[in-house]
Every structure is written in structure tokens, then in C-alpha cells.
């Protein structure tokens, strides 16, 4: 028996190196397209836009549209027109009843019902103290939704597949970050071989 569980061991040990490399392969593509995606927010700063108000406009109401003056507001109202005020008002009332029914507990921010019905004002960290703090969650949360491919209206296609957006310094940076699993390998049978039995 023992023969055969000593048999195994190296089929073992090599399935294993080769779930880890695929792992170390998968880890090195996720952090490319990561910085790849990264690059292109970083070349396209219009992307963070008004527009963008419609991809979470319960988020972009308390964090940014609070904090507008009235003249910031007409303002804005001049550049949507009616029907772009219009869509804005209506999903937002949809994505605030919806919030209210399906309580998501990954969002930012959440609703809740009072006794008597009424939306109950949000958790005090939940609420930025300023509109820069307002704009600066809203682009940070934006952001992560980008970074993970959430924005279902974008083609990622054309920014995951094109080298032109590689940060090779970040890529450097990231692979030096992490472990080698071969380097911990050697450094566990140095150990285990300089025990003294």
C-alpha cells in the first residue's frame, strides 16, 4: 500500500504545479485586463460624464445631484432637454421602488421604509460631507463598476484585447507583488530538509 500511495505522489504533485500555473495564467490576464481597462479611464476622462448619471441614478441622486446649486441644475436640464430630464426622473423612481422591494446588500447605498412607508434618510456613512467628496464616490464607485465589467453599454472588447492600453510597469509591478508558488516550493523542502529528526 504504501508503494502505491508513493506512486501517486508525483501525478499528485504535478496536477498540482499545473492547477497553480493555471491559476498564476488566469491571476496574470485578470490583472491585465484590469490595467488595460484602467488605461483607457485614464485616456478617456469624458467617460465619467452626466451621462453616466443614468447607470445608477439612485447613486449619482445622493452622492452628486444633491449637491447641485439651482443654476447647476437648470444647467444641466438645458443640456438633457425634456425628455433626458424626463428618462432621468422616471428611472430613477423605477431603481428607488426596486431598491425599496429587492434589498441588494452589495450596493453603496440602500433604501429603507419607515412605519408609516416613507423612505427613511440614509445611514450617516453613507452621506458625503461635500459635493468634491459627493463627486469623488461617485467616480470611485463608477470606477470599480467599470473595472469589473458592469457597464453593460460598453464594448470591452476593444479595450481588453488591444495591447495599446498595456501598462507594462503595472503588470511588473503586480508580478513582483506576488509569490512564486515554484519559490515556495523550494523554500518549504529547504525547511522540511533542514529538520533534524
Same mark, same amino acid.
Given at each position: 500500500?504504501?508503494?502505491?500511495?508513493?506512486?501517486?505522489?508525483?501525478?499528485?504533485?504535478?496536477?498540482?504545479? #499545473?492547477?497553480?500555473?493555471?491559476?498564476?495564467?488566469?491571476? /496574470? /490576464?485578470? #490583472?491585465?485586463?484590469?490595467?488595460?481597462?484602467?488605461?483607457?479611464?485614464?485616456?478617456?476622462?469624458? &467617460?465619467?460624464?452626466? @451621462?453616466?448619471?443614468?447607470?445608477?441614478?439612485?447613486?449619482?441622486?445622493?452622492? %452628486?445631484?444633491?449637491?447641485?446649486? !439651482? /443654476?447647476?441644475?437648470? !444647467?444641466?436640464?438645458?443640456?438633457?432637454? &425634456?425628455?433626458?430630464?424626463? $428618462?432621468?426622473?422616471?428611472?430613477?423612481?423605477?431603481?428607488?421602488? @426596486?431598491?425599496?422591494?429587492? %434589498?441588494?446588500?452589495?450596493?453603496?447605498?440602500?433604501?429603507?421604509?419607515? +412605519?408609516?412607508?416613507? #423612505?427613511? !434618510? $440614509?445611514?450617516?456613512?453613507?452621506? +458625503?460631507?461635500?459635493?468634491?467628496?459627493?463627486? $469623488?464616490?461617485?467616480?470611485?464607485?463608477?470606477?470599480?463598476?467599470?473595472?469589473?465589467?458592469?457597464?453593460?453599454?460598453?464594448? &470591452?472588447?476593444?479595450?481588453?484585447?488591444?495591447?495599446? &492600453?498595456? @501598462?507594462?510597469? !503595472?503588470?511588473?509591478?503586480? $508580478?513582483?507583488?506576488?509569490?512564486? +508558488?515554484?519559490?515556495?516550493?523550494?523554500?518549504?523542502?529547504? @525547511?522540511?530538509?533542514?529538520? %533534524?529528526?
Amino acid at each position: 500500500m504504501a508503494k502505491e500511495s508513493s506512486k501517486h505522489e508525483p501525478e499528485t504533485l504535478s496536477n498540482e504545479l #499545473i492547477l497553480s500555473a493555471e491559476k498564476r495564467f488566469q491571476s /496574470a /490576464a485578470f #490583472i491585465r485586463t484590469k490595467n488595460r481597462r484602467m488605461k483607457w479611464l485614464e485616456t478617456n476622462p469624458d &467617460y465619467f460624464s452626466g @451621462d453616466l448619471e443614468l447607470a445608477d441614478p439612485l447613486l449619482y441622486d445622493r452622492l %452628486v445631484r444633491r449637491f447641485q446649486s !439651482a /443654476a447647476e441644475r437648470e !444647467a444641466e436640464g438645458r443640456r438633457k432637454g &425634456y425628455s433626458g430630464i424626463l $428618462e432621468a426622473d422616471i428611472l430613477r423612481g423605477e431603481a428607488k421602488l @426596486d431598491a425599496l422591494q429587492h %434589498v441588494d446588500p452589495n450596493v453603496a447605498i440602500t433604501y429603507k421604509r419607515g +412605519p408609516d412607508g416613507q #423612505i427613511v !434618510a $440614509e445611514d450617516k456613512d453613507e452621506v +458625503p460631507q461635500s459635493k468634491e467628496e459627493g463627486l $469623488e464616490m461617485w467616480r470611485k464607485q463608477m470606477e470599480w463598476r467599470f473595472l469589473k465589467g458592469g457597464d453593460t453599454d460598453f464594448d &470591452y472588447s476593444s479595450v481588453d484585447n488591444n495591447e495599446a &492600453y498595456d @501598462d507594462h510597469t !503595472a503588470e511588473e509591478r503586480d $508580478e513582483e507583488e506576488k509569490v512564486s +508558488p515554484s519559490n515556495t516550493l523550494l523554500e518549504l523542502s529547504a @525547511d522540511v530538509n533542514s529538520i %533534524v529528526l
